[in-house]
């Protein structure tokens, strides 16, 4: 499986972003999908979520200006981003899981996740 971000960049407060994630490989509809944040000198957060039956779960902090979706024709999957804080600022990475183990980590991912984009950075300038 291969997981490639794309859609990063430097943006202005209350700015909109759209991030995409091309994922190659057999069973995209059946994996937990997502999207997780890492800012400099901070701990990774999960973002946003799509499970195996589509359901979605934002963390509290992009609640209502994030949107994720996903496209099965086209194994890609998205993270609409509106209304942009600094604190938003970050490397975006994009997660997919088919783990049946695992300690859970964020919504349907379970520790260890299984595949990792390499990132798209967002900067979002005041």
């Known amino acids: 499986v291969q997981v490639v971000e794309s859609g990063g960049g430097s943006v202005q407060t209350g700015e909109s972003r759209l991030l995409s994630c091309v994922i190659s490989?057999?069973?995209?509809?059946?994996?937990?999908l997502g999207w997780f944040r890492q800012a400099p000198g901070k701990e990774r957060e999960g973002v946003a979520s799509?499970?195996?039956?589509?359901?979605?779960v934002y963390a509290d902090s992009v609640k209502g200006r994030f949107t994720i979706s996903k496209d099965n024709a086209k194994k890609t999957l998205y993270l609409q981003m509106t209304s942009l804080k600094p604190e938003d600022s970050a490397m975006y990475y994009c997660?997919?899981?088919?783990?049946?183990?695992?300690?859970?980590?964020?919504?349907?991912?379970?520790?260890?996740?299984?595949?990792w984009g390499k990132g798209t950075l967002v900067n979002v300038s005041s």
């Open positions: 997660a997919v899981d088919n783990s049946a183990i695992g300690v859970r980590s964020f919504s349907c991912f379970l520790d260890p996740i299984d595949w």
């Open positions: 490989g057999y069973g995209f509809s059946s994996w937990c």
């Open positions: 799509m499970s195996r039956d589509d359901r979605r």
